[in-house]
């Protein structure tokens, strides 16, 4: 089955830096790698996913980049706010059936006024 | 819409106790799924089902049972709440599809086991 590894587990930056995060899959037949982003006490919430065609998508402040090669995908998200602070997960699918994910062990990202 | 429903947001059983976690979506989803959150582990998935009569194990199944009588609900089965089921569960719907993954999640239930 599909193995994901998701980095850092907790991330500190300041307002208006840079965040990164970083995840890796182990199945090359993935197709699909979708970030979801979880406030404190929600519900997780997808925010931009991107598909094996392509190798960046962006949305805004937030982008993904896809490397294929490599098997590993990055969450970038620039000028970072305050209200960007929240459990980050990444994800890949797992076996034959669409559905079915599997989920990194999630990032804390926490943005410094 | 109300998308996916859970009920109850809180529950507090005795080991030993069973009980049952409600889902309901009304997206008329073919794909739904539970999945449980500890700290650091991040969501890993008990059970899910490809549609109404189908219904398949996840990652960590043990201790759990599902049922999918209709499209729309999707119940959890605690058969013997044991301290190491305290955890908040989330319950998730999708289409299924090869351009459809996005999953669409439920409020959660944080149950505590004593």
């Known amino acids: 089955g599909e193995n994901v590894e998701q980095h850092p587990s907790t991330l500190s930056v ?16 993935s197709n699909y790698f979708p970030w979801y982003k979880q406030e404190l006490g929600k519900r997780p919430q997808l925010i931009i996913d991107i598909r094996s065609n392509v190798g ?16 590993h995908f990055s969450l970038h998200i620039t000028e970072t706010q305050p209200e960007d602070s929240a459990v980050y997960f990444c994800a890949a ?9 599997t989920f990194g062990q999630g990032t804390i990202l926490t943005v410094h006024p | 819409n109300a998308g996916v429903t859970q009920t109850p947001k809180f529950q507090v059983l005795k080991t030993g106790q069973s009980m049952t976690l409600q889902c309901a979506q009304d997206m008329n989803h ?6 449980r959150q500890d700290p650091g582990m991040g969501l890993r998935l008990i ?17 759990y049972n599902v049922s999918r009588s209709t499209t729309e609900d999707f119940p ?7 301290p190491s089921q305290t955890s908040v569960y989330f319950c998730a ?22």
């Not at chain 1, 402040?61 to 490599?70: C, D, G, Q, S």
């Not at chain 1, 699918?93 to 994910?101: A, I, R």
């Not at chain 2, 073919?30 to 999945?35: I, N």
């Not at chain 2, 959890?76 to 044991?82: E, F, N, T």
């Open chain 1, 14 to 29: 300041q307002e208006g830096d840079s965040a990164v995060i970083k995840c890796t899959y182990s199945d090359s037949a």
């Open chain 1, 56 to 71: 960046e998508k962006k949305d805004q402040r937030i982008a993904v980049t896809l490397n294929k090669t490599a098997k």
């Open chain 1, 93 to 101: 699918p797992t076996g034959t059936s669409y559905g079915k994910l």
């Open chain 2, 30 to 35: 073919e794909y739904m799924s539970w999945y």
């Open chain 2, 47 to 63: 059970h899910y089902s490809v549609g109404a009569g189908i219904t398949d194990q996840g990652e960590v199944p043990n201790g």
């Open chain 2, 76 to 82: 959890l089965r605690l058969l013997s709440a044991a």
């Open chain 2, 93 to 114: 719907s999708s289409y299924l599809g090869p351009n459809s993954y996005e999953q669409y999640f439920g409020p959660g239930t944080r149950l505590t086991v004593t």
